[in-house]
């Protein structure tokens, strides 16, 4: 697989929300507005990037029998020094995620390229899987949450594009289904006709 | 097996603990910065802020803060915490050494998005108790009685509101009967 294609398989054929459909407790909880589905995103990038290095880096010496509770120390790790940088330099960020950085420890998206990829692969590789996979769910997580916040608050990244409530359910839990199922559809046709 | 493990741990261990100490002070200045902003949001400009000074509220302890101004007291800040619609609904309310309610802000809330979670954006609602003066009218919602208008579809979250702000009332009755 050339460097470039393990860059891009995050975006389309393995994009975690639409196509692998993993990590969706995060996707579904956090993408009331564009705003905030950037945010965890980016949130996700930042650990599935550094995990993904470390553990390719240091599987090779890793005993089968310890490889799992190796990578989830190593993703906490990572998840733990986040939540302090975001408590430290962005607290209106850490205000709305705050909850939700923490699962990021148990996001299977994490786990599973640590498992699938990282273990496998050298490091730059890695790095360039973390990278696509964390970019194809920031951009999956900010079009998911651009039209929850904009039928639900009419507005797109907090600008109000008309006056009034919206439809309050796209806000809600049963309108993140909705529009994820609808998204899926959509992301699978055009997927198909590549 | 229980070495690679038991090292893995104690590198993860010491990064983290590397991290915290830089970050910690960062961490205390912006706690503290959001916290100066809550109070001064609502308090009246320009006077000197205390501690947090220890003072139960609605039957748990909080904090309340007093802000000086030329020697005396110019209003007092107060942490009131009373369970909204979706959980904990805390809120700072702001009071003149008269009693009355200078202005409220909440400093944190898991109110339905688009209903109960109006109460931070809903200007009528906020604003409507600035310079209320509990002496003379009822904090509780109409449908209750009282003086306070509901946000539409939020009786629950509006009633939380009201009586955050009677419990900081009450306690604050509490320090000046001192």
């Not at chain 1, 407790?25 to 290095?53: D, E, K, Y």
């Not at chain 1, 998911?144 to 009419?154: K, P, Q, T």
Request: hydrophobic share 50%; aromatic share 8%.
């Amino acid at each position: 697989m050339s460097k470039l294609s393990i860059f891009t398989k995050g975006f389309l054929k393995e994009n975690p929300t639409f196509v692998l459909l993993l990590g969706l407790c995060p996707t579904l909880a956090t993408t009331t507005t564009a705003l905030n589905g950037v945010g965890m995103g980016l949130a996700t990038l930042f650990v599935l990037v550094l995990s993904n290095i470390v553990i390719s880096a240091i599987a090779p010496v890793v005993p089968d029998k310890v490889h799992i509770p190796v990578y989830i120390v190593v993703i906490a790790t990572f998840v733990t020094i986040l939540q302090f940088l975001m408590q430290a330099y962005t607290p209106g960020m850490y205000k709305s995620l705050g909850l939700f950085i923490p699962l990021i420890v148990v996001n299977c998206i994490v786990l599973g390229r640590a498992e699938a990829f990282a273990s496998k692969n050298g490091i730059l590789d890695s790095a360039l899987d973390g990278l696509g996979i964390g970019l194809g769910f920031t951009v999956s997580l900010m079009v998911l949450g651009l039209v929850r916040e904009l039928l639900g608050s009419g507005s797109v990244f907090g600008w109000k594009l008309f006056s009034g409530d919206g439809i309050l359910v796209f806000v809600m839990a049963p309108g993140a289904f909705l529009v994820l199922g609808y998204l899926m559809v959509l992301f699978n046709k055009l997927a198909k006709k590549e | 097996m229980v070495c690679c493990l038991g090292a893995v741990c104690l590198v993860c261990a010491a990064l983290l603990g590397g991290v915290y100490v830089l970050t910690e002070d960062a961490i205390v200045q912006t706690n503290a910065a959001l916290l100066r902003e809550s109070v001064g949001s609502v308090l009246p400009a320009g006077g000197t802020l205390s501690e947090a000074l220890p003072l139960e509220v609605g039957g748990t302890p909080s904090e309340y803060y007093v802000s000086t101004a030329d020697g005396a007291p110019a209003g007092y800040a107060v942490k009131s915490t009373v369970s909204g619609f979706g959980g904990p609904l805390v809120l700072m309310v702001g009071l003149t050494p008269e009693g009355k309610v200078y202005g409220t802000s909440v400093l944190s809330h898991a109110e339905t998005p688009g209903l109960g979670a109006k109460c931070t954006s809903d200007a009528a609602f906020i604003d409507q108790f600035k310079g209320f003066d509990p002496a003379v009218s009822r904090l509780a919602v109409r449908k209750d009685g009282g003086d306070v208008d509901a946000i539409t579809a939020s009786t629950i979250t509006s009633r939380a509101y009201a009586l955050a702000i009677a419990n900081a009332v009450a306690a604050f009755q509490n320090i000046k009967g001192e």
